[in-house]
């Protein structure tokens, strides 16, 4: 039989939690002591310390092939509001980036149905000498699933190429819940959630790190992100690629499922939150987007085993969409005094998380 001691035990001992575990934390309403245990393993892990990062997101197009029912972002070629960015306006705000203190340019899209393989790679290219300061962490394995198919080439082919034109490492989208009965509800058109994993498998192959994300609050089950999360601790043990686990709040506002689910409370929030970060003892890092949270719910998660707050970001498109009410930029002293507000420790950190300054 499960109960909160057993697992406490477990956690305090420094033991690996066995997904039922998770489940019942789930169901429980104590969110105080769940918080407490995810405390205990962020602070076996990493300390006071909480990292964040001045980066800037970019998001060269909004048409996509794709239109996945949970997603604002995407259009088609010719509807309202549809845009695809010039290679030299991509250029200029990651130059600006640079100008101003990023070390990262953050690069996702929709799958534009008339772009090549190649313009990608110039992008890259574009950048790197634009702004050679800056570390490129670009395209889900979405996207890296169809520059295969505009190509024909492999996966592995297509990630060798993207490296030698100046990509460094893979963000975790696109992985919503990998549990297929529910991507088949939200986003049928998208890989499968196995296609995924081998996906973001072959880029820890290749020498990429990646973050992996859960898109959370919509018609998953508890469940289904304890399945989700098993699958990414189970890759994690193969290959050590990834760096942080993303939640992510379902933004319900401007979505195709607005009419079917509310979204995520703050109270789901932080649970889910501090469940991640005893669940994957594995993973170095639990990351608050403070985008689709909102700034006090990613405060209030550095007492609930939260160890990142992402970055700046500037001009963040895709969650906003969606209904983020949440600014566009924090800036750098923003950021640094939510943090020790909360009583931690801020470190700007790069991509990779080598710590560059202490506050």
């Not at 933004?251 to 995520?264: A, H, I, M, R, Y």
């Not at 923003?334 to 420790?345: E, H, P, S, V, Y």
């Amino acid at each position: 039989m499960i109960t909160f001691e057993t697992v406490s035990a477990h956690v305090h001992a420094g033991q690996r939690i066995t997904p039922d575990e998770a489940l019942f934390l789930f169901a429980s309403n104590d969110l105080l002591s769940i918080g407490e245990l995810a405390a205990v393993t962020n602070q076996r892990k990493n300390g006071r310390n909480v990292y964040f990062n001045v980066n800037r997101h970019i998001n060269p197009t909004n048409v996509c092939v794709n239109r996945c029912a949970f997603c604002a972002f995407s259009r088609t070629v010719g509807e309202d509001g549809a845009y695809t960015l010039a290679l030299d306006e991509i250029c200029c705000r990651a130059a600006e980036a640079e100008r101003e203190g990023a070390t990262e340019v953050h690069i996702v899209g929709g799958l534009h149905p008339d772009l090549a393989f190649e313009f990608y790679e110039e992008t890259l290219r574009a950048i790197r000498q634009t702004a050679p300061a800056l570390h490129i962490k670009a395209f889900t394995a979405v996207e890296i699933e169809y520059f295969t198919r505009i190509s024909g080439l492999t996966v592995e082919q297509v990630l060798q190429r993207l490296m030698a034109a100046g990509l460094g490492s893979m963000p975790g989208g696109g992985a919503e819940i990998l549990v297929e009965h529910v991507r088949n509800k939200i986003c049928p058109e998208k890989i499968s959630g196995a296609r995924w994993l081998e996906i973001i498998r072959l880029a820890h192959l290749a020498g990429l790190k990646t973050n992996a994300t859960m898109l959370y609050g919509h018609v998953e089950s508890y469940a289904d992100r304890v399945a989700h999360m098993l699958m990414l601790r189970t890759l994690q043990n193969e290959t050590g690629g990834f760096q942080a686990f993303i939640p992510l709040a379902f933004q319900p506002e401007n979505s195709d499922l607005k009419l079917d689910v509310t979204g995520t409370s703050g109270l789901d929030d932080l649970k889910t939150l501090a469940i991640a970060r005893i669940f994957l003892d594995n993973f170095e890092h639990i990351k608050a987007y403070w985008i689709m949270l909102g700034e006090k719910i990613a405060q209030v998660s550095l007492a609930f085993g939260v160890n990142d707050l992402d970055g700046t970001v500037v001009e963040e498109k895709i969650g906003h969409d969606a209904g983020a009410q949440s600014p566009q930029a924090l800036t750098k002293d923003g950021i640094i005094t939510l943090i020790k507000k909360a009583g931690k420790i801020p470190v700007e950190r790069d991509t990779l998380y080598h710590p560059l300054r202490s506050f």
